[in-house]
Protein backbone atom coordinates (compact mmCIF):
# COMPACT_ATOMS: atom_id res chain seq x y z
CA UNK A 1 0.00 0.00 0.00
CA UNK A 2 1.32 2.98 -1.07
CA UNK A 3 -0.32 6.45 0.86
CA UNK A 4 0.35 9.24 -1.86
CA UNK A 5 -0.96 13.00 -0.56
CA UNK A 6 -2.14 14.73 -3.68
CA UNK A 7 -1.72 18.40 -4.09
CA UNK A 8 -3.48 19.67 -7.30
CA UNK A 9 -3.05 23.18 -6.87
CA UNK A 10 -3.45 26.22 -8.96
CA UNK A 11 -4.97 26.69 -12.42
CA UNK A 12 -5.19 23.81 -14.35
CA UNK A 13 -2.96 22.37 -11.88
CA UNK A 14 -6.12 20.30 -11.07
CA UNK A 15 -7.42 19.08 -14.11
CA UNK A 16 -3.58 17.30 -15.11
CA UNK A 17 -3.26 16.00 -11.59
CA UNK A 18 -6.76 14.08 -12.26
CA UNK A 19 -5.09 12.31 -15.16
CA UNK A 20 -2.14 11.54 -13.78
CA UNK A 21 -4.63 9.74 -10.60
CA UNK A 22 -6.61 8.32 -13.22
CA UNK A 23 -3.03 6.67 -14.93
CA UNK A 24 -1.95 5.92 -11.11
CA UNK A 25 -5.24 3.61 -10.89
CA UNK A 26 -5.17 1.93 -13.49
CA UNK A 27 -1.55 1.15 -12.93
CA UNK A 28 -2.48 -0.18 -9.66
CA UNK A 29 -4.96 -1.93 -10.91
CA UNK A 30 -3.09 -3.60 -13.58
CA UNK A 31 0.13 -4.54 -11.26
CA UNK A 32 -1.75 -5.46 -8.05
CA UNK A 33 -0.91 -2.75 -5.79
CA UNK A 34 -2.90 -0.16 -4.01
CA UNK A 35 -2.90 3.38 -3.21
CA UNK A 36 -3.91 5.49 -0.61
CA UNK A 37 -4.99 9.06 -2.09
CA UNK A 38 -5.47 12.36 0.16
CA UNK A 39 -6.23 15.30 -1.07
CA UNK A 40 -4.51 18.68 0.16
CA UNK A 41 -5.98 22.14 -1.20
CA UNK A 42 -2.39 24.08 -0.56
CA UNK A 43 -2.22 27.11 -3.47
CA UNK A 44 -3.63 30.23 -4.20
CA UNK A 45 -7.65 30.08 -3.66
CA UNK A 46 -6.64 28.97 -0.08
CA UNK A 47 -4.01 31.61 0.13
CA UNK A 48 -6.55 34.13 -0.78
CA UNK A 49 -9.20 32.89 1.36
CA UNK A 50 -7.11 32.37 4.62
CA UNK A 51 -3.62 33.90 3.95
CA UNK A 52 -2.10 30.62 4.72
CA UNK A 53 0.28 29.27 2.57
CA UNK A 54 2.08 25.56 3.55
CA UNK A 55 1.62 25.67 7.25
CA UNK A 56 4.20 23.44 9.64
CA UNK A 57 1.37 21.26 10.58
CA UNK A 58 0.61 20.77 7.11
CA UNK A 59 4.59 19.89 7.00
CA UNK A 60 4.36 17.32 9.95
CA UNK A 61 1.13 15.97 8.10
CA UNK A 62 3.01 15.31 4.78
CA UNK A 63 5.37 13.33 6.63
CA UNK A 64 3.36 10.50 7.12
CA UNK A 65 2.72 9.91 3.46
CA UNK A 66 5.27 7.83 1.23
CA UNK A 67 5.08 10.37 -1.34
CA UNK A 68 3.46 13.52 -2.73
CA UNK A 69 1.64 14.58 -6.10
CA UNK A 70 1.93 18.16 -6.93
CA UNK A 71 -0.32 19.40 -9.59
CA UNK A 72 0.63 23.23 -10.16
CA UNK A 73 1.58 26.46 -7.62
CA UNK A 74 0.93 29.79 -8.86
CA UNK A 75 -1.72 32.17 -9.15
CA UNK A 76 -2.81 35.54 -11.36
CA UNK A 77 -4.21 37.03 -8.05
CA UNK A 78 -0.92 36.26 -6.11
CA UNK A 79 2.43 38.68 -5.90
CA UNK A 80 5.01 36.26 -7.40
CA UNK A 81 7.07 34.81 -4.69
CA UNK A 82 4.38 34.15 -2.14
CA UNK A 83 3.45 30.62 -3.15
CA UNK A 84 6.54 29.82 -4.72
CA UNK A 85 8.43 30.30 -1.89
CA UNK A 86 5.45 29.78 0.78
CA UNK A 87 4.79 26.09 -0.48
CA UNK A 88 6.52 24.93 -3.25
CA UNK A 89 9.88 25.50 -1.32
CA UNK A 90 9.12 25.71 1.58
CA UNK A 91 7.86 22.02 0.80
CA UNK A 92 11.50 21.02 -0.72
CA UNK A 93 13.27 22.55 2.42
CA UNK A 94 11.34 21.31 5.09
CA UNK A 95 10.91 17.75 3.63
CA UNK A 96 14.83 18.12 2.69
CA UNK A 97 13.75 16.83 -0.64
CA UNK A 98 17.78 17.66 -0.98
CA UNK A 99 17.42 15.85 -5.29
CA UNK A 100 16.05 17.90 -7.67
CA UNK A 101 15.67 14.68 -10.85
CA UNK A 102 14.80 16.11 -13.74
CA UNK A 103 14.57 13.45 -16.87
CA UNK A 104 15.29 15.25 -20.60
CA UNK A 105 13.90 12.28 -23.24
CA UNK A 106 12.39 13.15 -26.19
CA UNK A 107 9.22 10.71 -26.71
CA UNK A 108 9.11 9.43 -30.23
CA UNK A 109 6.39 11.69 -32.14
CA UNK A 110 7.12 14.67 -30.37
CA UNK A 111 8.62 18.20 -31.93
CA UNK A 112 12.38 19.47 -31.19
CA UNK A 113 13.55 22.85 -31.88
CA UNK A 114 16.55 20.86 -32.43
CA UNK A 115 17.04 20.40 -36.01
CA UNK A 116 17.63 16.55 -37.37
CA UNK A 117 17.97 15.32 -33.84
CA UNK A 118 16.19 12.42 -32.82
CA UNK A 119 14.66 10.57 -29.36
CA UNK A 120 18.34 8.65 -29.46
CA UNK A 121 20.15 11.40 -29.24
CA UNK A 122 17.92 13.43 -26.38
CA UNK A 123 18.10 11.06 -23.64
CA UNK A 124 20.03 12.72 -20.34
CA UNK A 125 18.85 12.96 -16.77
CA UNK A 126 19.94 16.11 -14.29
CA UNK A 127 20.67 15.35 -11.03
CA UNK A 128 20.18 19.37 -9.92
CA UNK A 129 20.86 19.94 -5.84
CA UNK A 130 17.92 21.36 -4.64
CA UNK A 131 18.97 22.06 -0.97
CA UNK A 132 21.38 24.66 -1.10
CA UNK A 133 23.40 27.76 -3.33
CA UNK A 134 21.33 31.01 -4.06
CA UNK A 135 18.01 29.28 -3.22
CA UNK A 136 19.25 29.69 1.04
CA UNK A 137 18.09 33.20 0.58
CA UNK A 138 21.60 34.09 2.99
CA UNK A 139 22.00 37.35 2.13
CA UNK A 140 20.32 41.02 2.17
CA UNK A 141 19.40 44.16 1.65
CA UNK A 142 20.80 47.39 3.21
CA UNK A 143 20.17 51.14 3.04
CA UNK A 144 17.36 49.73 1.44
CA UNK A 145 15.91 52.28 -1.31
CA UNK A 146 18.90 54.83 -0.66
CA UNK A 147 21.46 55.60 -3.70
CA UNK A 148 23.92 53.55 -1.74
CA UNK A 149 21.59 50.48 -1.24
CA UNK A 150 23.43 47.28 -1.50
CA UNK A 151 21.97 43.83 -2.21
CA UNK A 152 23.23 40.50 -1.25
CA UNK A 153 22.54 36.69 -2.22
CA UNK A 154 25.05 34.08 -1.52
CA UNK A 155 25.48 30.94 -3.19
CA UNK A 156 25.90 28.49 0.12
CA UNK A 157 27.17 24.66 -0.34
CA UNK A 158 28.33 22.22 2.80
CA UNK A 159 30.39 19.63 1.98
CA UNK A 160 27.78 17.45 3.59
CA UNK A 161 25.69 18.82 1.00
CA UNK A 162 27.47 18.75 -1.92
CA UNK A 163 28.79 15.30 -0.73
CA UNK A 164 25.25 13.64 -0.29
CA UNK A 165 24.23 15.11 -3.73
CA UNK A 166 26.95 13.69 -5.85
CA UNK A 167 26.89 10.57 -4.33
CA UNK A 168 23.19 10.39 -5.33
CA UNK A 169 24.51 10.81 -8.58
CA UNK A 170 27.09 8.29 -8.80
CA UNK A 171 24.75 5.54 -7.61
CA UNK A 172 22.24 6.74 -10.10
CA UNK A 173 24.97 6.62 -12.96
CA UNK A 174 25.94 3.00 -11.39
CA UNK A 175 22.34 1.85 -11.57
CA UNK A 176 20.97 3.84 -15.00
CA UNK A 177 23.54 4.96 -16.64
CA UNK A 178 23.38 4.02 -20.73
CA UNK A 179 27.18 2.47 -21.29
CA UNK A 180 29.72 3.64 -24.03
CA UNK A 181 28.96 7.11 -24.07
CA UNK A 182 32.63 7.76 -25.98
CA UNK A 183 34.42 6.41 -22.52
CA UNK A 184 34.65 2.88 -23.41
CA UNK A 185 32.51 0.68 -21.39
CA UNK A 186 31.90 2.81 -17.99
CA UNK A 187 29.03 4.38 -17.18
CA UNK A 188 29.52 8.24 -17.63
CA UNK A 189 28.89 10.84 -14.82
CA UNK A 190 29.29 14.67 -15.76
CA UNK A 191 29.18 17.56 -13.30
CA UNK A 192 28.22 21.04 -14.63
CA UNK A 193 29.72 24.16 -12.96
CA UNK A 194 32.01 27.43 -13.47
CA UNK A 195 35.42 26.20 -11.62
CA UNK A 196 37.06 29.28 -13.99
CA UNK A 197 35.00 32.24 -11.88
CA UNK A 198 33.13 30.91 -8.70
CA UNK A 199 36.45 29.63 -7.62
CA UNK A 200 35.10 28.94 -3.92
CA UNK A 201 31.80 27.01 -4.35
CA UNK A 202 32.38 24.59 -7.42
CA UNK A 203 35.76 24.16 -6.54
CA UNK A 204 34.25 22.56 -3.36
CA UNK A 205 32.20 20.57 -5.82
CA UNK A 206 35.03 19.88 -7.92
CA UNK A 207 37.30 18.49 -5.66
CA UNK A 208 34.60 16.43 -4.02
CA UNK A 209 33.43 14.91 -7.32
CA UNK A 210 36.89 13.48 -8.00
CA UNK A 211 37.43 12.46 -4.71
CA UNK A 212 34.06 10.53 -4.04
CA UNK A 213 34.85 9.45 -7.47
CA UNK A 214 38.22 7.76 -6.81
CA UNK A 215 37.10 6.20 -3.42
CA UNK A 216 33.67 4.92 -4.37
CA UNK A 217 33.12 4.69 -7.84
CA UNK A 218 35.80 3.72 -9.52
CA UNK A 219 33.61 1.99 -12.13
CA UNK A 220 32.07 5.56 -13.73
CA UNK A 221 34.00 7.54 -15.65
CA UNK A 222 33.91 11.72 -14.78
CA UNK A 223 33.41 14.42 -17.04
CA UNK A 224 33.36 17.84 -16.42
CA UNK A 225 31.55 20.89 -18.09
CA UNK A 226 31.49 24.51 -17.13
CA UNK A 227 27.23 25.57 -16.93
CA UNK A 228 27.63 28.05 -20.02
CA UNK A 229 29.34 25.82 -22.34
CA UNK A 230 26.50 23.24 -20.87
CA UNK A 231 23.66 25.06 -22.30
CA UNK A 232 25.56 25.27 -25.91
CA UNK A 233 26.37 21.64 -26.11
CA UNK A 234 22.08 20.89 -25.13
CA UNK A 235 21.39 22.48 -28.14
CA UNK A 236 24.44 21.44 -30.63
CA UNK A 237 25.08 17.69 -28.90
CA UNK A 238 22.61 16.43 -26.48
CA UNK A 239 23.58 13.13 -27.67
CA UNK A 240 26.94 13.47 -25.59
CA UNK A 241 24.97 13.75 -22.39
CA UNK A 242 23.73 10.76 -19.86
CA UNK A 243 23.61 11.68 -16.53
CA UNK A 244 24.66 15.48 -15.28
CA UNK A 245 24.69 16.72 -12.18
CA UNK A 246 24.99 20.17 -10.67
CA UNK A 247 24.16 22.72 -8.17
CA UNK A 248 20.56 24.11 -7.09
CA UNK A 249 20.68 27.50 -8.98
CA UNK A 250 22.54 26.26 -12.69
CA UNK A 251 20.33 23.04 -12.33
CA UNK A 252 17.13 25.42 -11.95
CA UNK A 253 18.70 27.12 -15.71
CA UNK A 254 19.34 24.21 -17.19
CA UNK A 255 16.52 21.87 -17.01
CA UNK A 256 14.21 24.91 -18.21
CA UNK A 257 16.34 24.23 -21.55
CA UNK A 258 16.20 20.78 -21.19
CA UNK A 259 12.69 20.99 -20.78
CA UNK A 260 11.96 23.20 -24.33
CA UNK A 261 14.49 20.26 -25.99
CA UNK A 262 12.36 17.36 -24.97
CA UNK A 263 9.10 19.12 -25.94
CA UNK A 264 8.66 21.59 -23.87
CA UNK A 265 6.60 21.86 -20.42
CA UNK A 266 3.70 19.79 -22.09
CA UNK A 267 6.17 16.69 -21.18
CA UNK A 268 8.46 17.22 -18.38
CA UNK A 269 8.43 16.42 -14.93
CA UNK A 270 10.51 16.36 -11.95
CA UNK A 271 11.20 14.81 -8.51
CA UNK A 272 11.84 16.78 -5.33
CA UNK A 273 13.62 13.26 -3.82
CA UNK A 274 14.39 12.91 -0.03
CA UNK A 275 15.69 9.23 -0.59
CA UNK A 276 15.67 8.90 2.74
CA UNK A 277 12.11 10.67 3.53
CA UNK A 278 9.28 11.72 1.59
CA UNK A 279 9.53 13.06 -2.03
CA UNK A 280 7.22 15.28 -3.96
CA UNK A 281 6.96 14.74 -7.90
CA UNK A 282 5.50 17.63 -10.17
CA UNK A 283 5.16 18.24 -13.69
CA UNK A 284 7.49 21.38 -14.22
CA UNK A 285 4.78 23.48 -16.07
CA UNK A 286 3.31 25.85 -13.90
CA UNK A 287 0.00 26.55 -13.36
CA UNK A 288 -1.12 28.19 -17.00
CA UNK A 289 -3.69 30.27 -16.53
CA UNK A 290 -4.90 31.27 -19.34
CA UNK A 291 -5.79 27.32 -20.20
CA UNK A 292 -7.85 27.02 -16.89
CA UNK A 293 -11.07 25.02 -17.15
CA UNK A 294 -11.34 24.62 -20.90
CA UNK A 295 -10.12 20.69 -20.71
CA UNK A 296 -6.97 21.58 -23.26
CA UNK A 297 -4.23 21.30 -21.46
CA UNK A 298 -1.67 18.04 -21.97
CA UNK A 299 -1.90 16.22 -19.06
CA UNK A 300 1.41 14.18 -19.91
CA UNK A 301 4.08 15.91 -17.59
CA UNK A 302 1.61 15.44 -14.82
CA UNK A 303 1.53 11.64 -15.95
CA UNK A 304 4.78 11.62 -16.13
CA UNK A 305 5.74 12.83 -12.93
CA UNK A 306 3.40 9.99 -11.27
CA UNK A 307 5.73 7.86 -13.58
CA UNK A 308 8.82 8.39 -11.74
CA UNK A 309 7.08 8.42 -8.65
CA UNK A 310 5.94 5.27 -9.29
CA UNK A 311 9.59 4.06 -10.19
CA UNK A 312 10.97 5.97 -6.88
CA UNK A 313 8.37 4.00 -4.40
CA UNK A 314 9.65 0.38 -6.36
CA UNK A 315 7.01 0.35 -8.38
CA UNK A 316 9.18 0.02 -11.40
CA UNK A 317 7.32 -2.16 -13.92
CA UNK A 318 4.19 -0.10 -13.32
CA UNK A 319 6.24 2.87 -14.22
CA UNK A 320 7.93 1.63 -17.47
CA UNK A 321 4.28 0.46 -18.57
CA UNK A 322 3.15 4.23 -17.42
CA UNK A 323 6.48 5.34 -20.14
CA UNK A 324 5.77 3.07 -22.77
CA UNK A 325 1.67 4.24 -22.77
CA UNK A 326 3.28 7.73 -22.77
CA UNK A 327 5.28 6.68 -25.94
CA UNK A 328 2.46 5.51 -27.94
CA UNK A 329 0.12 8.64 -27.22
CA UNK A 330 2.88 10.33 -28.14
CA UNK A 331 3.85 8.55 -31.34
CA UNK A 332 0.30 7.40 -32.68
CA UNK A 333 -2.62 9.58 -31.48
CA UNK A 334 -1.82 13.04 -30.38
CA UNK A 335 -0.99 15.70 -32.79
CA UNK A 336 0.95 17.81 -30.51
CA UNK A 337 1.95 18.63 -27.04
CA UNK A 338 0.89 22.05 -27.10
CA UNK A 339 -2.21 23.20 -25.23
CA UNK A 340 -5.40 23.26 -27.31
CA UNK A 341 -3.97 21.54 -30.19
CA UNK A 342 -3.65 17.68 -29.23
CA UNK A 343 -6.06 16.59 -30.97
CA UNK A 344 -8.17 15.13 -28.26
CA UNK A 345 -9.22 17.00 -24.55
CA UNK A 346 -7.43 16.57 -21.45
CA UNK A 347 -9.23 13.82 -19.92
CA UNK A 348 -9.19 11.83 -23.51
CA UNK A 349 -5.60 12.11 -23.39
CA UNK A 350 -5.61 10.63 -20.04
CA UNK A 351 -8.23 7.84 -21.40
CA UNK A 352 -5.70 6.98 -23.79
CA UNK A 353 -2.64 6.43 -21.40
CA UNK A 354 -4.98 4.98 -19.08
CA UNK A 355 -6.11 2.24 -21.27
CA UNK A 356 -2.83 1.38 -22.63
CA UNK A 357 -1.78 0.88 -19.24
CA UNK A 358 -4.22 -1.38 -18.84
CA UNK A 359 -4.10 -3.26 -21.59
C1 LIG B 1 11.45 25.03 -10.64
C2 LIG B 1 10.87 26.38 -10.47
C3 LIG B 1 11.08 26.82 -9.03
C4 LIG B 1 12.58 26.88 -8.78
C5 LIG B 1 10.41 28.14 -8.66
C6 LIG B 1 8.94 28.16 -9.02
C7 LIG B 1 10.60 28.48 -7.21
O1 LIG B 1 11.42 27.28 -11.38
O2 LIG B 1 10.96 24.08 -9.99
O3 LIG B 1 12.39 24.87 -11.43
O4 LIG B 1 13.21 27.91 -9.02
O5 LIG B 1 13.13 25.87 -8.34
MN1 LIG C 1 12.79 26.38 -12.74
Not at 32 to 44: A, I, Q, R, S
Not at 46 to 56: A, H, I, Q, V, W
Not at 182 to 197: H, P, Q, R
Request: hydrophobic letters at 40%.
Amino acid sequence: MHKIAVMPGDGTGPEVTAEAVKVLKAAASKFNFKVELTGFDFGGERYKRTGETLPDSAIEELRKFDAILLGAIGHPDVAPGILEKGILLKARFALDQYINLRPVKLFPGVETPLKDKKPEDIDFVVVRENSGDLYTGTGGITMKGTPHEVAVQSSVYSRFQVDRCLRYAFNYARKYGKKSRGLGKKNTLALSGKTNVLTYVYDLWERAFHEMGDKEFPDIAREYYHVDATTMWFVKNPEWFDIIVTGNMFGDIITDLGAMIQGGMGIAAGGNLNPEGVSMFEPIGGSAPKYTGQGVINPLAAICAAKMMLSTLGEEKAADAIEKAVMYVTSKKIKSLAAGRMGYSTSQVGDLVAEKVAE
